[in-house]
């Protein structure tokens, strides 16, 4: 497989190429025909485009928990959408008592922070007891070995927040002040939609200041570059690789609060999709890379939105709609395939680490 | 790791509390509660309880081993400290929940839970029993690590035996109750929905029994050296086998077959996986695809709804398995360049869009939407019509006896070693010459093989097929399997299917909470015994051979 690096061409590649090439095709031919089709407006175009951007959000900051734990560990944390689940759920139950009491209607603002509070440290308590239990005993053991406690994890995880949480959907109390919409630049965009991009940017402002000023910000990027070197001018690296789970864990739960005001529903299998695709949009800007993870949530979450109303419904198929998830995958294999650097970050996935 | 030994109160706190946490989520994820109904002896413990118990004497144990080099009081203290600790933890739990409502938030804290846990009794006394308990439970098992090994391992299986006759009891009864002679012990032995109390002492009284034969046997051949077995003897032994697995579901009737059936379908399609992840070292998590593809393409071919063909079962399967060949072929091309966990999260994202593709309106002309497909034909052998489980479970045997024939004759061949070298390195493989495209796209293929195979029963099995049978689940049930049973061992797959899928069929109760055992279960392997429970000899060399620290015994057992 070294072949490909040595410019040697294969069939197999060139096999691929013809299969990218004609997905392509079929990607301008379905936009062209549904653009010439002038089947939406310009003002649904710009919803789904937000709406897009809104999901994207969410799945950067889930992302971003991989990348990181990615970055310093090299392994993928396969168990991170049920940290991003345990944080929202958990926080749910606050939320509804706060509603009960009458709190949240009266100081909404603070209620929110509780909240997201409450989530955030639920989902970082829970990735640090994974990353205790799960990971730090089989940190010396052969790749595939923590893959498979990951995957046990996750499982685990759901299956008892499952067990104590009941199998229902559980709805978040809505709140007044979210309703409605406001009008930016001309463009009518949804009151939750606005504070999720907005908070999301800021959260994504803060963790790429903390990794890129702060000194145990340093010190990551130290681990994820050479760990026995790190170590060697005297980082903790345990310390570290605990401080990296528990910020993917406290961005997890944020994450998961916006996703909860999005979609206004919690439950305990709410984790597996926003999860594989945050790791696709992971992967899409580059794993190991802060903000290739950005960029990569944002294209996907735009990609998904729009990508089924506008090449999939020119080609004529019924219910683009049911297909979204399978874009998401797809767009996975595919970046695997051909660009497997990302976006913004090197080649890593035929790497044997 | 430490530097100055832990005292005793340390000791039993950490491991208290670790129990005490253990059995505190047992109770709270309804684990107690549901399982409080399965008796295990009549009037006097329930499984429910049993959890709690295990619980405490595991707790105990583990803490009185540790300090078994300093003296048998601190032993005994720490063994008594630790069972009233997690008992303390419980009684917080209960007295949490009778004091205020706290099922708003954790639906199974219900009254019964409560009730179990308190013995019946009002709260004060049932948590000052529940201390009690914790006490008993501790002293017994630091006082198991008194008794001479042998001892030891008597006292376990008694009380493993109990369990597991009184679990299956309902079971048992309607086998036993079959065969007429033995018919009239079911009422001594059992009562209501567990065994008796004569029942438990008389099962008690032949493992006990059967131990000290045992053991007065393994002394007698001691002296000698082990022989090992003569080709006749093989032979003999693998008649037997097979006569047994022909005359099984015959005895053990019509539930036991269904039962049967099930873990035939996970044995194909453990052995189609053990292939890809066992042998060649890739992970595939997707693997519910070819399941999926076999099944659909013998729904498509022999269901006259469709209208598409409608061929005999048997002329449609070489058919199904070609197509899920060629499928393992064309998924295994993109992701050849993959390793690890790329590898996984790509066919992860394949097994989804196949079942989401199935799923979608926009193929519904060929797979049928979200209505599956249905009529599928059953096969026909001869003027017999394969339409129950009882005649289906031959066919099922038939094709589990192939597929473990054709492993492995293709472990021991070139092929099967050439695999084998790429799980342990690919660079080097490439290098000794082993062409890495052609075997990683066999491995695909004759895994995808065998997958498509349990798929076309499965189908003719239901006669209807609806595309979420076919979700992620499934792929991480034969991985789960896989990895119990030792990866890369045939027998292994074998015991995997029973225990993760024979089991919980038996168990009804258990099936609500099967993905957090099977999840606990992945965790717990991985970090005390990665070679799987019944590893090939070579493998087990291979684990045991360099060096007797736990770290050698991980990168041996587990490819890279």
């Known amino acids: ?353 | 790791m430490k530097t100055q030994p832990a005292t005793v109160f340390q000791t039993s706190m950490r491991f208290g509390l670790i129990g005490g946490g253990a059995a505190v989520l047992f109770s709270l994820v309804g684990m107690v509660e549901v399982f409080g109904q399965r008796t295990i002896i009549g009037g006097v413990v329930s499984m429910g309880q049993a959890f709690v118990a295990i619980a405490m004497l595991l707790s105990a144990y583990a803490a009185a081993r540790q300090l078994s080099s300093v003296s048998s009081s601190a032993m005994l203290t720490a063994g008594g400290l630790t069972g009233v600790t997690v008992g303390a933890l419980l009684a917080a739990l209960v007295l949490l929940g009778t004091s205020i409502n706290i099922r708003d938030v954790f639906v199974s804290a219900s009254p019964p839970l409560f009730e179990l846990l308190s013995f019946g009794q009002s709260p004060v006394p049932g948590m000052l029993l529940l201390l009690v308990a914790g006490m008993t439970m501790g002293l017994a098992a630091a006082a198991l690590l008194f008794l001479s090994p042998a001892m030891r391992s008597t006292a376990i299986s008694v009380l493993l035996a109990v369990g597991v006759v009184g679990l299956l009891a309902d079971l048992l009864r309607i086998i036993i109750s079959q065969w007429a002679y033995v018919a009239p012990l079911v009422e001594w032995v059992f009562s209501g929905k567990g065994l008796s109390v004569p029942g438990a002492l008389a099962i008690a009284a032949v493992v006990i029994g059967l131990d000290v034969l045992a053991n007065r046997r393994r002394n007698k051949a001691h002296n000698l050296a082990a022989l090992p077995a003569t080709a006749l003897q093989k032979r003999m032994r693998t008649g037997a086998l097979m006569a047994l697995l022909l005359v099984l579901p015959l005895l053990l009737g019509t539930y036991v077959s269904e039962v049967l059936d099930q873990v035939g379908l996970y044995v194909l399609m453990g052995l189609g996986l053990n292939v890809v992840v066992g042998f060649a070292g890739l992970l595939d998590l997707g693997y519910v695809g070819f399941f999926a593809i076999g099944a659909y393409v013998m729904g498509m071919l022999t269901s006259p709804e469709l209208g598409l063909a409608s061929l005999s079962w048997w002329s449609a399967l070489p058919i199904a398995v070609g197509v899920t060949v060629l499928a393992g072929m064309l998924l295994g091309v993109p992701v050849l360049n993959m390793r690890g966990d790329y590898l996984a999260i790509v066919t992860l994202g394949f097994g989804e869009i196949i079942r989401l593709l199935a799923l979608s309106d926009a193929l519904r002309p060929w797979t049928g939407g979200s209505q599956g497909i249905q009529l599928i034909a059953k096969p026909v052998v001869g003027t017999v019509v394969l339409d129950d489980q009882l005649k289906l479970y031959y066919l099922i045997l038939a094709g589990c006896l192939l597929a473990g024939f054709i492993s492995s004759r293709l472990r021991d061949s070139r092929l099967g070693r050439a695999w084998m070298a790429m799980r342990e390195d690919e660079d080097v493989a490439q290098a000794i010459g082993i062409n890495l495209v052609a075997t990683k796209l066999l491995a695909f293929s004759v895994g995808a093989a065998f997958g498509g195979l349990s798929g076309a029963i499965f189908a003719a099995k239901l006669g209807a097929i609806y595309p979420n049978s076919f979700g992620l689940l499934i792929s991480i049930n034969v991985l789960a399997l896989l990895i119990i049973g030792g990866m890369g061992s045939i027998r292994g797959v074998i015991v995997g299917a029973l225990v993760l899928v024979g089991l919980p069929e038996l168990l009804r109760e258990f099936a609500e909470f099967r993905l957090l055992v099977y999840g606990a279960l992945l965790v717990m392997m991985m970090l005390y015994r990665p070679q799987g429970l019944w590893p090939e000899e070579a493998r087990k060399l291979e684990a045991h051979g360099d060096g007797d620290n736990s770290n050698g015994d991980q990168t041996a057992a587990i490819p890279a």
């Open chain 1, 1 to 353: 497989m070294r072949k490909n690096s040595l410019g040697r061409l294969t069939i197999t590649d060139v096999v691929m190429f013809a299969v990218g090439l004609g997905l392509a095709g079929v990607i301008v031919a379905g936009s062209a025909a549904t653009l010439s089709s002038g089947k939406y407006t310009l003002a649904q175009w710009q919803d789904l485009f937000i709406f897009g951007l809104a999901q994207g959000s969410i799945y950067a900051l889930i992302a971003l928990g991989y990348t990181l734990v990615y970055g310093v560990l090299r392994m993928i944390n396969f168990a991170h959408s049920e940290v991003f689940m345990s944080g929202p759920y958990t926080a749910y139950f606050f939320a509804r008592y706060m509603f009960n009491i009458g709190f949240l209607q009266a100081y909404p603002v603070a209620g929110l922070l509780i909240v997201s509070a409450i989530s955030m440290l639920t989902s970082m308590a829970i990735a640090l007891t994974v990353e205790r239990i799960a990971y730090r005993p089989l940190r010396k053991a052969p790749r595939l070995v923590p893959l498979i406690t990951a995957i046990g994890a996750s499982f685990f995880l759901q299956y008892t927040f499952r067990g104590l949480y009941g199998s229902g959907i559980d709805r978040y109390p809505e709140l007044a002040i979210l309703k409605g919409s406001i009008s930016v630049l001309g463009v009518r965009v949804l009151v939750t939609q606005a504070l999720v991009i907005v908070a999301a940017a800021v959260f994504m402002g803060l963790l790429y200041a903390f990794v890129m000023l702060s000194k145990t910000g340093k010190a990551m990027r130290a681990v994820s570059e050479d760990k026995e070197t790190a170590q060697l001018m005297g980082i903790d690296v345990d310390r570290i690789i605990t401080t990296t789970f528990a910020l993917g864990g406290a961005l997890a739960g944020a994450a998961g609060v916006l996703y909860a005001l999005i979609f206004g529903q919690v439950q305990f299998y709410m984790g597996f999709v926003p999860g594989i695709k945050a790791f696709t949009a992971a992967v899409l800007g580059g794993i190991g890379n802060v903000p290739g993870a950005m960029v990569g949530g944002l294209f996907l979450g735009v990609f998904e939105s729009v990508g089924p109303s506008l090449f999939l419904d020119g080609l004529g198929i019924p219910a683009p709609n049911q297909l979204k998830d399978a874009i998401a995958f797809t767009m996975l294999v595919f970046v695997l395939i051909f660009r497997p650097s990302g976006i913004l970050g090197e080649r890593l996935a035929t790497k044997k680490a």
